[in-house]
């Protein structure tokens, strides 16, 4: 059975840090395409940042120079080290890995993410 179990959300002041985690069981994550996303009270999910195997990353415009993604493809983790936390940053926070070369995809449950003094 695979499962994503993200970790590492929580209440934090704005200015602040936190760093997000992924870890993936079932599936190896060395063929997967990996990407955080957020998902607001009423709005839509929208993406965080990705990253390939080899470690490309690409991120929204909202988060660039905040926020960095990284993975361990060995220990079948991923990663989402905030900064400079804002309001604005509240969501649910989701990975989802995306099978390279096939049209699917696994979702995590998401971890709240609240920023707020």
């Known amino acids: 059975q695979v499962q994503l179990v993200e970790s590492g959300g929580g209440l934090v002041q704005p200015g602040g840090s936190l760093r997000l985690s992924c870890v993936a069981t079932?599936?190896?994550?060395?063929?997967?395409?990996m990407g955080w996303y957020r998902q607001a009270p009423g709005k839509q999910r929208d993406l965080v940042a990705t990253?390939?195997?080899?470690?490309?990353?690409n991120y929204a415009d909202f988060v660039k120079g905040r926020f960095t993604i990284s993975r361990d493809n060995a220990q079948n983790i991923m990663y989402l080290q905030m900064s400079s936390l804002e309001p604005e940053d509240t969501a649910v926070y989701f990975c989802?890995?995306?099978?390279?070369?096939?049209?699917?995809?696994?979702w995590g449950q998401g971890t709240q993410v609240t920023v707020s003094s």
């Open positions: 079932g599936i190896s994550l060395g063929g997967y395409d």
């Open positions: 989802k890995a995306s099978r390279i070369g096939y049209r699917y995809y696994y």
């Open positions: 990253i390939t195997p080899s470690g490309s990353t």
